[in-house]
């Protein structure tokens, strides 16, 4: 049975399978849309790559690169001989080294794999956008996703960053399956659990969210009246892959280095790089800090902490990303770059066209600046005009919870991003949700000029 009546936008039966109810029109743009990116990604690479290994890396990419090189030699993570990786979790040295052991030693494997992965995304775009919006909305959200500058820079990175977005786009797909059944089929938060675990295998940032997730679907669960024991089930369901793959590697730590954390970046001190300014404050610069330490540190020092935070959210946020810009042009002075930025969002045109024509940029660098920055306005506009444009639709209120679990996880990574280190690169796991948003505001808007257009039409 078909659940789609047309295509404005909330006119579906909510809770009907929109995968099943997909035309064959659609799901042959969605196709033509996957192709369509890969092919145009494939073609960037290959033009502007010149086997320059600077185009592909970034500081972080060695640390990734050696434990995968160690991986394939003598079957464990390593960093040197007999020195266990522990500030790295394995999932992207995995991928890594999968990619080596089957193509040889060549980081364009890597990108290839990764620009083929990519494609993922477009396709979790779709199908979220599709099931809380329109099919319309869906078919947007793809293009938009394709062509995501934000996400597209670190396709050609060897980063994690991709392999992450991969994981957790995956999760909230399944994510917004499970909370708009009509029925919630068990393999959904089965697989929401997966994925969650595999993106915590890929960075660490994610290792908390299985707890206010798991409140959500208890309270999902509450509202719907399930049975004790199906409750019982599903959050058995949610915790089991978490358990056994996160909790799998935490005991790989213990036997290897003596201590059940997940990951060294976390721990002692860790606290110190995300919030400086509070560490200036702290008297006895010389004590042993952990976990509970660096929290306590946290929570004494309110005002500066919030302070770091909403500074940093705001570079979350707003930030322009040059990972892009790296791959076209390696040797570009990103001091530069970030003078032109900071001109142009002041309007200070005219210091900006100095500063450009003084270090002899190519124009190039100036129209990407420039249009990367009306992208984000664009991008935050559309999404504004989505939540506004929900405030009140009858239609919505049994896919509510739908949207606070998209937004809510959003805000969870934006509040963990949030520092002193922070820059445009945190928003990756999160920006999924932003250009579906977008999209859904942006056919609203689309739809609001039809209606206008035939007014006047018929006036």
Known sequence: MSTIQNNSPLSYKPFENSIKSSS???????????????????????????????????????????????????????????????????????????????????????????????S??????????????????GIYAACIVALDYLLTGYTYMVLTDMLFAVFIGLFFMMGVFFLTEKAPKYRYVFFMGFFLALATLARPISYFLIIPI???????????????????????????????????????????VDTFQYSNIMGVGGFKIFFPKVYQSVQNKNQKLGIKQDVDILLHHPLLTIKQIMIGSLRVMFGTDHTLLRFFDPNQDMRVFRKIKHDLLQYQFKDAMTTFLQRHYSWFVLIYIALILWVNLLLYLCAGLALFKLRGQKQISSLWIAHVFLIGSAAYFLLFSSNAASYARFRLPFQIIIDCYAAAGAYFALQKLKSLIRKDSAA
């Open 24 to 118: 064959i029109h659609y799901r042959s743009i969605l196709i033509g849309i996957v192709l369509g990116g890969v092919l145009l990604k494939l073609i960037l690479l290959f033009l502007f790559y010149h086997h320059n290994v600077k185009q592909l890396m970034q500081p972080d990419s060695g640390t990734y690169l050696i434990p995968a090189q160690y991986l394939l030699k003598t079957g464990h993570y390593l960093l040197a001989p007999h020195i266990y990786m522990f500030f790295r979790t394995p999932a992207y040295p995995t991928f890594i080294a999968l990619i080596f052991f089957i193509f040889g030693d060549h980081l364009l494997a890597v990108v290839i794999a990764q620009i083929l992965l990519s």
């Open 120 to 137: 993922v995304l477009v396709v979790c775009a779709y199908f979220i956008a599709a099931r809380l919006f329109s099919l319309k909305a």
């Open 214 to 256: 798991a409140f959500g679907v208890l309270f999902f669960s509450i509202t719907r009246r399930f049975r004790f024991k199906k409750t019982a089930l599903i959050l058995l369901l949610l915790f089991l892959p978490n358990v056994l793959l996160v909790g799998g590697w935490q005991l790989r730590n213990k036997m290897t």
